[in-house]
Antibody
Framework: QVQLVESGGGLVKPGESLRLSCAASGFTFSDHYMTWIRQAPGKGLEWLSYISISGFTIYYADSVKGRFTISRDNARNSLYLQMDSVRAEDTAIYYC??????????WGQGTLVIVSS | QSALTQPASVSGSHGQSITISCTGFISDVDGYNYVSWYQQRAGKVPKLLIYDVSNRPSGVSDRFSGSESGNTASLTISGLQAEDEADYFCCSYTSIGTPWVFGTGTKVTVL
């Protein structure tokens, strides 16, 4: 079955960096666009970034553009999110999700990032 | 890109039908048939309910249905059950800024 497992979250100070990973299994990772979404505590979903199959096409939300970098390694079935210059408002659960049929059909369990001094 | 507008809360009695609206613009909901809906129960991961406005993935109950009229998409839950208590989010492709935008979310309460 499709499985997405995020890791790398934790407590980080404002201005520091963090790298999130998403390990995929149960499907052909290199056949799918992949997406990062986050959810601040008690808030709604915020689409953050996606990456095409080849990695050639990438988009970011304005809130993270220039600070976060999405990447993927199809050989390792892994998706990444490099988070630089983090801010308090980046505190959230970060989900990776598989894109299929113009929707997000499978989500990971999420990894919590807390930005605090 | 601003979030799509959903009512903050909708409630209904067990067995009733309710409809959740998702209002956008010509640049998103009105311009493309790429609206999806997600259910998020308390403390759980979002789950895809509807894609491309009205299509249900396999395994999703036919009590969930989607539609669209102009710049507003809608999710209808028929035969409301206790297990339907959750937050519901719409999502649409958009031609402005980021490719995708979520709705503000709606909390459904079963009375």
């Amino acid at each position: 079955q499709v499985q997405l497992v995020e890791s790398g979250g934790g407590l980080v100070k404002p201005g520091e960096s963090l790298r999130l990973s998403c390990a995929a299994s149960g499907f052909t990772f290199s056949d799918h666009y992949m997406t990062w979404i986050r959810q601040a505590p008690g808030k709604g979903l915020e689409w953050l970034s996606y990456i095409s199959i080849s990695g050639f096409t990438i988009y970011y939300a304005d809130s993270v553009k220039g600070r976060f970098t999405i990447s993927r390694d199809n050989a390792r079935n892994s998706l990444y999110l490099q988070m630089d210059s983090v801010r308090a408002e980046d505190t959230a659960i970060y989900y990776c999700a598989r894109e299929r049929l113009r929707s997000l059909d499978n989500w990971g369990q999420g990894t919590l990032v807390i930005v605090s001094s | 890109q601003s979030a799509l507008t959903q009512p903050a809360s909708v409630s209904g009695s067990h067995g009733q039908s309710i409809t959740i609206s998702c209002t956008g613009f010509i640049s998103d909901v009105d311009g493309y048939n790429y609206v999806s809906w997600y259910q998020q129960r308390a403390g759980k991961v979002p789950k895809l309910l509807i894609y491309d406005v009205s299509n249900r993935p396999s395994g999703v109950s036919d009590r969930f249905s989607g539609s669209e009229s102009g710049n507003t998409a809608s999710l209808t839950i028929s035969g409301l059950q206790a297990e339907d208590e959750a937050d519901y989010f719409c999502c649409s492709y958009t031609s402005i800024g980021t490719p995708w935008v979520f709705g503000t979310g709606t909390k459904v309460t079963v009375l």
